[in-house]
């Protein structure tokens, strides 16, 4: 059977120029509210809100921690901070305000071809300058070969250096089997080229990125981060001659085949439309304005108008309801760190209008932008309650590694919390409900929040609801009190200014009932390259990204771009979003990584091949459709079921068939039966989600269907 995914996550699309001025000048010639908003939350899928404090490692697994939920006084409780950041994300999109954190600025790309020169750089603090020597490398060593040529190079008085550098997974077993280390020595030659200080601010921000995907190995990049204390540090390079026949350092890596920096930041991106964080204390965007900011630049700080309680349990249920026997407390499946280097997902270029066989961009190429503001897709199969359910939960898993982790949940109940205002507008006032109750009123529409930990895993669907406000007015001299209850018709006349599709694409990724029509075979979950249960998520994802940038014809492109939410005000459907899986024998060829060696501290990148979903077969055709396979068939005659467009035939006298797998039973129609949409592209159309009726399988073994709706 066919199988696809939606990938956890997608972007709310931000609008023109943030709009920037003095935090006084809108509460100047209006009255001042200052008071306090009331408001619950309930549980829709199990919260994960784990205790870092109280946390404790498994008895059974070593490096495996167990995290009991958060409480106080034996309370479950939400700490303010956290509902306070969700609330804030809500308010910096419906106000286009700024990006007010940005977690990694640098922007960054492995590079295809291996640097040619091996070297040790070095301060010279006499003339103050960085040199490189050039240097020999031996690599594959046995400990008997590495003692041997340590006590060889100390007999002769040569410089060294062995660097550790962590073996890439594929190939730790062959190495292992052949006795080689994870060690390299490099032997310092008399030849050395000077190097600019800028080069070596790159070389720094690689390993700074290096760190940021692999903390488990943070050590081994801080040893050879390098700093002017005259020791040698183990690189890579190459140069290039200049007009002047003098040679430079062009280029400096931690590996061989590592990474290069883009001239574009994340900030820079922003920069264009003004989304990048305010730094001007006097000249603030709305959000802003309203939750405060610290100037990321050393330009002060403004002080926030809201104050957010800690949200206290009154019904809450947590499972297990005690955290005395470990082996209860489920274990979550392998999260993955945002990568901004999925440049597919988290970018596009302007005046794009296909999503598949795209040609390959990246973040310095002309008219490329980030797609918006993340945001977590809920997942209606993680709403489960029942111990039995959670035990096979989308979310979680029976291997306990160092990877993972495992943690009480919250499965159902309600946290009170209230938010405390001073000096703010009407407007303002009116905004900051809206982001809490994301427009719903009344509390009763599918529209939910996402908050807590596990979030791409199905957790963290909450709905909030606004009470009653209680509000003090002002107009400097005297004030008056009043309450209000938030219910119908309370935003009537209040209308957001933002742009239609960010708004449309707010709602979509909000709905809980979005993904709720999803096959039971199709997953919201990470990219999937490598079936599994022992496959660690980082390699199933990895292994998916290698296929996806597999060369398609004579052309380096993106066989699948990250379909958006919304596009020209229309919401996607569920099967505009399916991704297929993509392994090994999905794409015809072998796609697995290379291994570190003088390749260095991280996995090189994996092997390319010419594989492509699309197949070209026979001459089918008939009144209805039809395919013939050995898949038993899994329908009855007149038998509806909604199916899959898995790829496109292409007849010798070139006519087209569209094929689809229809729970399991494989079928075939002429394009000529689909609307128009899709015969203007039947290509783009993988992945969609039809609905056809089987009729019957024929005496040639054909399975016949018709096509009853797309």
């Known amino acids: 059977m066919s199988e696809f995914f939606i990938n956890p996550y997608n972007f709310i699309p931000y609008g023109g120029n943030v709009e920037r001025k003095p935090r006084n000048e809108e509460t100047a010639s209006e009255p001042l509210l200052t008071g306090e908003i009331k408001c619950s939350l309930t549980v829709k899928t199990p919260l994960a809100i784990p205790d870092a404090e109280e946390r404790f490692m498994s008895k059974e697994k070593e490096d495996h921690y167990i995290y009991p939920f958060m409480t106080a006084g034996g309370v479950p409780i939400i700490p303010g901070s956290e509902i306070r950041g969700m609330v804030r994300n809500v308010y910096e999109m419906i106000t286009n305000s700024c990006f007010s954190i940005i977690n990694c600025n640098t922007l960054s790309k492995r590079d295809s071809k291996a640097l040619p020169e091996a070297g040790l750089l070095w301060w010279d603090d006499e003339f103050g300058e960085w040199l490189i020597y050039e240097a020999d490398v031996h690599n594959k060593l046995t400990q008997k070969g590495l003692d041997e040529l340590e006590q060889k190079l100390q007999a002769e008085g040569r410089t060294y250096i062995i660097r550790t550098w962590t073996l890439f997974s594929s190939k730790k077993k062959e190495w292992e089997r052949k006795g080689f280390l994870n060690k390299t020595i490099f032997v310092k030659r008399d030849s050395y080229v000077p190097v600019e200080e800028e080069k070596v601010d790159i070389l720094r921000q690689i390993l700074e990125i290096y760190k940021e995907y692999d903390e488990g190995s943070s050590k081994q990049f801080d040893r050879v981060m390098p700093e002017k204390d005259g020791r040698f540090y183990p690189v890579f390079f190459d140069t290039e001659d200049t007009d002047d026949n003098d040679e430079i350092v062009n280029r400096l890596t931690p590996a061989q085949i590592s990474r290069s920096i883009f001239g574009q930041s994340v900030e820079s991106l922003l920069g264009q439309t003004g989304h990048s964080p305010c730094t001007d204390t006097k000249n603030l965007c709305p959000a802003c304005r309203l939750f405060g900011t610290v100037s990321q630049s050393g330009g002060g700080a403004v002080s926030s108008k809201l104050r957010f309680s800690d949200a206290v349990g009154t019904d809450v249920t947590l499972y297990p309801a005690k955290m005395d026997n470990e082996e209860a407390v489920p274990t979550l499946k392998e999260l993955s760190s945002p990568k901004l280097t999925s440049i597919e997902f988290y970018s596009l270029l302007r005046n794009m209008t296909g999503y598949r066989d795209q040609q390959r961009w990246d973040y310095d190429s002309d008219g490329v932008y980030l797609r918006g503001r993340k945001i977590y897709l809920h997942n209606p199969k993680a709403a489960v309650t029942s111990e039995e359910e959670i035990k096979h939960a989308v979310f979680c898993t029976s291997g306990r590694t160092k990877r993972n982790a495992s943690m009480q949940l919250a499965t159902g109940g309600t946290f009170a919390f209230s938010v405390y205002f001073n000096g703010i507008t009407v407007s303002e006032l009116k905004t900051l409900v809206w982001a809490l109750t994301l427009g719903d009123a009344e509390g009763n529409s599918s529209l939910h929040h996402k908050l807590g930990h ?257």
Do not use: C
Request: glycine content about 14%; proline content about 4%.
């Open 454 to 710: 596990g979030r791409p895993l199905g957790l963290g669907s909450v709905k909030l609801k606004v009470s009653e406000i209680f509000k003090r007015t002002t107009d400097g001299v005297s004030y008056a009190t009043s309450s209000e209850t938030v219910k119908e018709g309370y935003f009537d006349g209040f209308n957001l200014l933002l742009e239609s599709d960010t708004l449309t694409a707010l709602k979509a990724a909000f709905d809980f009932d979005y993904m709720a029509n999803l096959p039971g075979n199709q997953h919201v979950a990470y990219p999937i390259g490598r079936k599994g249960s022992n496959a660690r998520t980082s390699e199933n994802t990895m292994q998916w990204f290698s296929q996806n940038h597999a060369a398609l014809g004579n052309n380096g492109k993106y066989r699948y771009v990250l379909h958006p939410i919304v596009k020209n005000g229309r919401k996607a459907s569920v099967s505009d979003l399916l991704l297929p899986y993509l392994s090994d024998e999905a794409a015809g060829g072998n796609a697995s990584g290379g291994q570190g060696g003088n390749g260095g501290q991280q996995p090189a990148g994996g092997q390319r091949n010419n594989g492509s979903q699309q197949r070209v077969g026979g001459n089918h055709g008939g009144n209805h459709g039809n395919s013939r396979g050995n898949a038993p068939v899994t329908l009855h005659p007149g038998e509806e079921s909604d199916a899959v467009i898995t790829f496109i035939k292409k007849s010798g006298n070139k006519q087209i068939f569209i094929n689809f797998d229809a729970k399991g039973t494989p079928g075939s129609l002429h394009e000529s039966k689909f609307p128009d949409e899709i015969r203007a592209n039947p290509e783009g159309a993988i992945g969609k989600v039809i609905r056809v009726k089987y009729l019957r399988t024929d005496s040639n073994g054909y399975n016949k269907f018709d096509l009853i709706s797309q």
